[in-house]
């Protein structure tokens, strides 16, 4: 059932986009390639960020980031949506972080969402994401980034972790109800 949802909400997010482009290369145009797209069931788009270092994204990759980004942000605009799917991107271009979606999502302790590789919310398992975490992946994959390129967030009403309340901030961005940062 998890898996017919996503693909049915890609499907329909492909057919609204008009087109997606990575690096320059278009790899969707509504009502031209998309059907071939959809019937070669492409595993993997490259991601080029802004230092030219390439990522491997999976459909996989897109559905535990669709999960993270409910977990993390279900009840904030699609600009929040969207910024927590940046820093998941953005950890993954930064040499501190893994190289990977899945390398980043699973660090210990790097979400509080997840909970030994398992995508938690409100303490249950088997998260599945809605249309607009979806959308806020696939616009963050296209390269809009609200952060200035974040790598750090958190909600300050609630924060337990007393590093990130303390460590010193820089490019700060607050977007609905959390603060967004690199660190100094």
Request: with cysteine; glycine share 8%.
């Amino acid at each position: 059932m998890k898996k017919f949802a996503f693909l049915s909400c890609m499907l329909t997010l492909l057919l609204a986009l008009p087109s997606l482009r990575v690096n320059g290369q278009q790899l969707y145009v509504n009502g031209s390639e998309g059907k071939d797209l959809y019937n070669e069931q492409i595993k993997a788009v490259a991601v080029f960020n802004q230092s030219n270092n390439s990522i491997g994204v999976t459909d996989s990759d897109i559905y535990l980031m669709s999960q993270v980004v409910y977990a993390e942000s279900c009840g904030e605009s699609d600009s929040g949506k969207l910024a927590v799917a940046s820093v998941i991107l953005n950890r993954a271009s930064d040499s501190h972080f893994p190289k990977s979606i899945s390398g980043v999502i699973n660090q210990k302790n790097a979400f509080s969402c997840v909970k030994n590789g398992v995508v938690m919310h409100n303490g249950k398992s088997g998260v599945i994401p809605d249309a607009a975490c979806y959308n806020a992946v696939l616009n963050a994959l296209k390269g809009k980034d609200p952060t200035y390129n974040a790598v750090f967030y958190y909600n300050p009403e609630i924060a337990t972790c007393q590093w990130m309340k303390g460590v010193k901030k820089d490019d700060i961005k607050t977007i609905g109800n959390h603060v967004f940062f690199v660190v100094k």
